[in-house]
């Protein structure tokens, strides 16, 4: 795998999934970090995205939600990598 290059943001974002077991709600993530769900979605995008392929989205159907709940999910390659 080519070297990944993350973001100051990115890579907070990546740490904290992978600190806390590896799959985490986007909804933790932006109260764990105190920016917004925009910013955190924009950072998600970059990680998942086939250049860099390290987490994925699970949306989950969650009873009392009106809207499924998405999570923030390690890949194998996620697992694997370590952010500088």
Known sequence: ???I???DKS????NYVKANGGR???EEIVNATGRT??????????????KK???EREKVE???QDKPVTYVKLTPAGEAF???
């Open 5 to 7: 290059k993350l973001t």
């Open 24 to 26: 985490v709600s986007l």
């Open 53 to 55: 392929g390290l987490c």
């Open 1 to 3: 795998m080519s070297e």
């Open 11 to 14: 890579k907070e974002v990546f």
């Open 37 to 50: 769900a925009r910013s955190i979605n924009a950072n998600v995008t970059d990680l998942c995205g086939e």
């Open 62 to 64: 969650v009873e009392g």
């Open 82 to 84: 370590v952010a500088e």
